[in-house]
């Protein structure tokens, strides 16, 4: 894994015009060229190490929302960003997350399934009753990793892609992912700043599965979890710390009591 210097991102994979890359909370995917983003950084990274003149093309298929951190996958020509396009558009993409939300979860595992839709003027979604207009089914599926004292570790496996739909079906629960204000979070999370768009949430993109899309083979990428997780109440969530130190693919966390 390498990262960009200075520039706050880490590369996961790289492998010709695929690539995917850690994102850090607190950061748009995209935004206008005044306003800082991981495709602004990418792009600069590129141009740099690579000592490319011009403009860099940079697609992006599948976007992470700004408090959000984890893996996002990016592509450097245009038939490779429309294959993984295709990939997500299709549902074929295995999108799983790591999440902390306030409170205990009951059950060890489920599914959540309600209706949800974007407020209108709003940077945000609420659920809604079956039938309301542009009401959209959004489907997930959850496992509880371990208990804490202030919250639950969650495994969260996406079956549809919503506009903020992890956080507002926890939030729905009476379950805020931590930090997020946003939805009703009252505990903290993440770097502290005065500026609100920059801070972070307790939701983490740990991995995303699909197939290269020049080769066709399968790819499997996990993103380590950033440092906030671990500095998070350290005595209470000890062994999320002592877990998060593995390495990729190697973390086995267990329930706790």
Same mark, same amino acid.
């Given at each position: 894994?390498?990262?960009?210097?200075?520039?706050?991102?880490?590369?996961?994979?790289? !492998?010709?015009?695929?690539?995917?890359?850690?994102?850090? *909370?607190?950061?748009?995917?995209?935004?206008?060229?005044?306003? =800082?983003?991981?495709?602004?950084?990418?792009?600069?990274?590129?141009?740099?190490?690579?000592?490319?003149?011009?403009?860099?093309?940079?697609?992006?298929?599948?976007?992470?929302?700004?408090?959000?951190?984890?893996?996002?996958?990016?592509?450097?020509?245009?038939?490779?960003?429309?294959?993984?396009?295709?990939?997500?558009?299709?549902?074929?993409? %295995?999108?799983?997350?790591?999440?902390?939300?306030? *409170?205990?979860?009951?059950?060890?595992?489920?599914?959540?399934?309600?209706?949800?839709?974007?407020?209108?003027?709003?940077?945000?979604?609420?659920?809604?009753? !079956?039938?309301?207009?542009?009401?959209?089914?959004?489907?997930?599926?959850?496992?509880?990793?371990?208990?804490? %004292?202030?919250?639950?570790?969650?495994?969260?496996?996406?079956?549809?892609?919503?506009?903020?739909?992890?956080?507002?079906?926890?939030?729905?629960?009476?379950?805020?992912?931590?930090? =997020?204000?946003?939805?009703?979070?009252?505990?903290?999370?993440?770097?502290?700043?005065?500026?609100?768009? /920059?801070?972070?949430?307790?939701?983490?993109?740990?991995?995303? /599965?699909?197939?290269?899309?020049?080769?066709?083979?399968?790819?499997?990428?996990?993103?380590?979890?950033?440092?906030?997780?671990? =500095?998070?109440?350290?005595?209470?969530?000890?062994?999320?710390?002592?877990?998060?130190?593995?390495?990729?693919?190697?973390?086995?966390?267990?329930? *706790?009591?």
């Amino acid at each position: 894994m390498n990262e960009g210097p200075n520039l706050g991102f880490e590369i996961l994979h790289e !492998e010709g015009p695929c690539w995917v890359i850690n994102k850090p *909370g607190g950061l748009l995917t995209q935004a206008p060229p005044h306003i =800082d983003s991981v495709e602004k950084r990418v792009k600069a990274f590129i141009k740099e190490r690579d000592n490319k003149p011009g403009r860099v093309y940079l697609g992006v298929p599948h976007r992470i929302d700004r408090p959000v951190s984890g893996a996002l996958v990016l592509a450097r020509h245009v038939r490779a960003a429309r294959r993984i396009c295709e990939q997500f558009a299709g549902r074929i993409v %295995e999108k799983k997350y790591w999440a902390l939300v306030e *409170g205990r979860i009951a059950e060890d595992e489920g599914v959540w399934r309600d209706y949800v839709r974007k407020v209108p003027n709003e940077a945000r979604a609420e659920v809604v009753a !079956e039938g309301e207009q542009n009401a959209r089914e959004a489907v997930l599926k959850f496992k509880v990793v371990q208990h804490f %004292e202030q919250a639950t570790w969650l495994e969260i496996e996406l079956e549809t892609g919503r506009m903020h739909q992890i956080r507002i079906q926890s939030a729905a629960r009476g379950r805020p992912i931590l930090g =997020d204000s946003q939805y009703g979070a009252t505990t903290p999370f993440g770097p502290t700043t005065d500026d609100r768009r /920059a801070r972070w949430i307790g939701l983490h993109a740990r991995s995303l /599965a699909f197939r290269h899309p020049m080769t066709r083979e399968p790819l499997h990428v996990e993103a380590p979890l950033p440092r906030y997780w671990q =500095d998070f109440n350290a005595e209470c969530f000890g062994g999320l710390q002592a877990a998060a130190t593995e390495q990729p693919g190697e973390i086995a966390p267990t329930k *706790g009591a």
